[in-house]
């Protein structure tokens, strides 16, 4: 098995065009080495910029029917932030991929996070191009359901907690209360189930590898269950 075979194994999907994932992996570096026309990867990597911004978009819009273009805008923008995406990129091993110019090489290029945010939207842009956009998405949701979940929660909200005590407070100077429900696993593998009360009603729950993680998405939780009642 070549490299590029394993690493499409990686990725779950094969190019009918392998020249396609060369170039995704191809870092600008190269033609200002070489001095002459050398094709890289910073077209593929804008064309791969605009898909994941518009399969994101989708997701968040039909998952997330009581938000605003606001909070779905930042949202987005949390889950298409560079770090994210070098992550992602780091994650598939494209590093070891990467065909760069001996000076990126040796000022260690292949682990730098931007150089593998880029390569990774260039291979998002790869696979538009070889596949179509249904293979793109199956792709995309693919690699950020490893990392995201199933997003059932909007993962734009910096303080939920915070949020949901100022919605809360608008019609009553009373506050949400936090109640850790249960907490399973091992000792260094431990998970948090946190519920929110408020006024005795139970409105939200969430689970997270510490007790803060858990109220956070409870209240998440509780914000997404208050819109959807005010939108109904």
């Known amino acids: 098995m070549s490299d590029l075979d394993a690493l499409q194994a990686r990725l779950g999907y094969d190019f009918q065009d392998e020249a396609l994932l060369r ?7 190269v033609a200002h080495e070489q001095g ?3 094709q890289h990867n910073q077209r593929l990597e804008f064309l791969g910029d605009a898909v994941l911004e518009l399969v994101l978009t989708r997701v968040l819009y039909e998952r997330f ?3 605003g273009e606001g909070p779905l805008t930042k949202a987005r923008a949390q889950l298409v932030n560079r770090r994210t995406l070098a992550e992602q990129g780091k994650r598939l091993g494209l590093g070891q991929h990467l065909v760069l110019s001996r000076g990126e090489e040796l000022n260690r290029g292949r682990e730098r996070p931007s150089t593998l945010a880029d390569a990774f939207e260039a291979l998002v842009g790869a696979i538009f191009m070889d596949g179509g956009f249904p293979e793109a998405e199956r792709f995309l ?11 059932d929660v909007i993962p734009n909200l910096e303080n939920p907690k915070g949020e949901l005590q100022e919605v ?27 519920a929110v009360f408020y006024r005795g009603e139970e409105l939200g729950r969430g689970t997270g590898k510490s007790k803060k993680e858990a109220e956070s ?16």
Do not use: M, W
């Open 65 to 67: 029917p009581a938000f």
């Open 36 to 38: 002459t026309v050398v």
């Open 23 to 29: 170039l995704a992996l191809t870092h600008p570096s």
């Open 168 to 194: 809360l407070q608008a019609n009553s100077p009373q506050s949400p209360q936090y109640q850790l429900v249960a907490v399973t696993g091992p000792d260094h593998d431990r998970l948090f189930e946190c």
């Open 141 to 151: 949701l693919s690699q950020f359901r490893d990392v995201f979940g199933e997003l």
């Open 217 to 232: 998405r409870a209240a998440c939780h509780a914000l997404i269950s208050l819109r959807e009642r005010r939108a109904k």
